[in-house]
């Protein structure tokens, strides 16, 4: 089953084509399994931060930057299953953009071309 989630592009990344987005509305989704194999259900709110593919498929999130907040802070505790998630390092890395792209940070951010990544 496919979900439809309204999003906002905030930046566009020209040599993947992915796009870094924000929700326009709250929402669940389904994806993933429980230990017991019921289905895990991840809510957001407003605002919550995802990474569209160029076909407008969603490739990680959409989830809420305080969520992020406690996955990252699971990763550091070495709680494997946070370590072992298969997007793992693709979420934190669209949370942190996302919180770049939004934010007011201090100083002004310095030009990349893409030698430097």
Request: aromatic share 6%.
């Amino acid at each position: 089953m496919t979900e439809k989630i309204t999003v906002t592009v905030v930046k566009t990344f020209p040599v993947s084509g992915r796009s870094l987005c924000l929700t326009d509305e709250s929402g669940t989704l389904t994806g993933g399994v429980h230990k017991d194999g019921s289905p895990l259900s991840q809510s957001f709110t407003v605002g919550a931060v995802a990474l569209q593919e160029k076909d407008g498929s969603c490739i990680a999130g959409p989830v809420d930057f305080w969520d992020v907040i406690g996955f990252a802070q699971r990763i550091i505790e070495g709680d494997q299953r946070a370590l072992t998630a298969p997007v793992a390092s693709l979420l934190l890395a669209t949370a942190l953009v996302g919180i770049a792209q939004t934010w007011p940070l201090p100083g002004a951010a310095p030009a990349m071309t893409r030698e430097d990544v």
